[in-house]
C-alpha cells in the first residue's frame, strides 16, 4: 500500500511538471504576433511598381495580410489619405507642395528616390538638350527638333495629367517651373512610354524605372540622367518616392511600411527596379528644395 501511494504522488508531480511544460509552449507560441489584415495604398504611378512588387513579397512572408495597390497619381493619393479613403497615400511630391492637402495631419515614410528624365522617341536624332532648349519645347516656342539640332521633325508633347507628382517634379526641377504648352495628357507613365515609343517625334518625361531600349533618355546640359548623379544633386530632376499615412500608421500599414525600408527591398527591390535607394544619398532635399550633406 506504501508503495502504491508514493507511486500515486510520483505521477501527479509528473502530470504538474508536463502541464507547466505545455503552458509554457503555448505562450511562447503566443508571442509571435501573425500579422494579418489588409491595406490599400493608392497614387503615384512612378512609385507604383515598387510597392506592388514589395506588396507581394511582404504576402508571401506574411500569408494572413493583403496589399492592394493602385495608382491614379500623387494628386489622388494624397487627397484619398487625407480624407481617410486609403490607408496609404503614394506621392512623388512632399504634402506641402499639393494644394488642398493638410500636411501636418499626414505623416511622411521616405522608402526610395526616383530619378525623371525627359524622355524622347529614338527617331529624333537627340541625345542631350541644354536646359533652356527643354524648356523652349514644353513650353511651345520650339516646335522642330532641326532647331536643336535633331532631324526635321515635328515636336509632338506627350503630358502627364494635373495632379500627377511626375508632372509637379518635372516643372519644377527641369522647366523653373514654367507651364508646358497644352497637349496630349495621360495618366499613366506605362501608357507615355508606350505612346512616346510609337509616336515620331514625340517627347515626354519618365522615372528611371519606366525608360527602357524602345525610347531614349535626354541627357540636360551634358548630365546624363542616371543614379550616381542623382546621389549627389548633378542631376537635379529626382523626387524621394513617399508613402503618406494619416497619423501614425498600426497593423498592417505600419508594418508594410517598415518592411519598406528593410534591407530585403532597400538593397534588392529598390535597385533591381531602377529606383535608388534612400540610404545611397549624398545630400537630402526639403519641399522648398534647400539642400544639404548628409
Known amino acids: 500500500m506504501g508503495l502504491l501511494i508514493i507511486f500515486s504522488a510520483l505521477m501527479l508531480v509528473l502530470a504538474a511538471c508536463g502541464n507547466g511544460d505545455s503552458d509554457k509552449g503555448k505562450a511562447s507560441s503566443g508571442d509571435s504576433k501573425e500579422i494579418s489584415g489588409s491595406v490599400t495604398a493608392v497614387g503615384s504611378t512612378a512609385l507604383q511598381p515598387l510597392v506592388e512588387a514589395a506588396g507581394k513579397q511582404f504576402q508571401s512572408e506574411n500569408p494572413k495580410a493583403q496589399i492592394n495597390v493602385q495608382g491614379g497619381g500623387s494628386g489622388t493619393g494624397l487627397t484619398q489619405v487625407q480624407q481617410g479613403a486609403v490607408e496609404i497615400g503614394n506621392s512623388d511630391v512632399f504634402a506641402e507642395e499639393k494644394d488642398g492637402v493638410d500636411a501636418s495631419k499626414l505623416v511622411d515614410h521616405k522608402v526610395a528616390v526616383v530619378g525623371m528624365a525627359p524622355v524622347a522617341n529614338k527617331d529624333v536624332g537627340v541625345d542631350n538638350l541644354t536646359k533652356q532648349q527643354l524648356i523652349d519645347i514644353f513650353t511651345g516656342k520650339v516646335k522642330n527638333w532641326k532647331d536643336v539640332g535633331g532631324k526635321d521633325e515635328k515636336i509632338t508633347i506627350i503630358n502627364r495629367a494635373e495632379g500627377s507628382g511626375t508632372r509637379a517634379t518635372f516643372e519644377k526641377w527641369a522647366l523653373d517651373g514654367a507651364d508646358t504648352v497644352k497637349a496630349q495628357e495621360q495618366d499613366s507613365s506605362g ?64 508594418e508594410f511600411l517598415k518592411y519598406m525600408t528593410s534591407d530585403s527591398v532597400q538593397n534588392d527591390l529598390v535597385p533591381q527596379l531602377g529606383y535608388q535607394s534612400i540610404k545611397q544619398m549624398k545630400i537630402e532635399r526639403d519641399a522648398e528644395g534647400n539642400v544639404k550633406n548628409i
Open 191 to 254: 501608357t507615355v512610354r508606350k505612346i512616346v515609343s510609337e509616336t515620331p517625334g514625340a517627347i515626354s518625361y519618365l522615372a528611371f524605372s519606366y525608360i527602357d531600349d524602345s525610347i531614349v533618355g535626354l541627357s540636360v546640359d551634358g548630365v546624363k540622367p542616371d543614379e550616381k548623379n542623382v546621389a549627389t544633386n548633378d542631376w537635379k530632376i529626382w523626387s524621394y518616392e513617399h508613402m503618406y499615412t494619416n497619423g501614425e500608421p498600426k497593423g498592417v500599414a505600419k
